[in-house]
């Protein structure tokens, strides 16, 4: 569904009011939900498929993270956003390397059981909004 146009035309979306003010405005919670897999990060550099998913859960064959370093695919828009939750087993590593990785953190950060890291795509590169040891 497309909603409005640009300009004087521009139409503000709301979900659970009935007064926008902005392009959307939300009464209530925003959910992103993973879509119920486990990836598993069994080789070093492998890449991660994002497409148009938000939560991506993963778990790894190594308990080294170093070992296990992740490349993500490019997002789809400016402004995606991306969270990387470790689950079950291992430990993999995000890596601060645009060049190589995709991604631009502001150290590399492993993530494990209970870790999450949050991105936004900006066009060219993944970039590390929020990082939590868990």
Do not use: C, K
């Amino acid at each position: 569904m497309v909603l409005g146009a640009t300009g004087a035309n521009a139409v503000n979306v709301g979900i659970g009011t009935t007064t926008p003010l902005t392009t959307v405005d939300m009464l209530g919670a925003l959910s992103i939900r993973d879509d119920g897999t486990v990836t598993s990060v069994a080789a070093d550099n492998q890449l991660i498929t994002v497409g148009d998913r938000g939560y991506i859960r993963l778990s790894s064959t190594s308990a080294t993270s170093t070992a296990r370093t992740i490349t993500l695919s490019d997002g789809l828009v400016r402004g995606q956003m991306l969270l990387l939750e470790g689950v079950t087993t291992g430990a993999f590593e995000v890596d601060d390397n645009a060049a190589t990785n995709n991604t631009n953190v502001s150290v590399a950060r492993a993530v494990g059981i209970g870790d999450m890291i949050m991105l936004v795509w900006n066009g060219a590169d993944w970039t590390e909004l929020h990082y939590s040891n868990n």
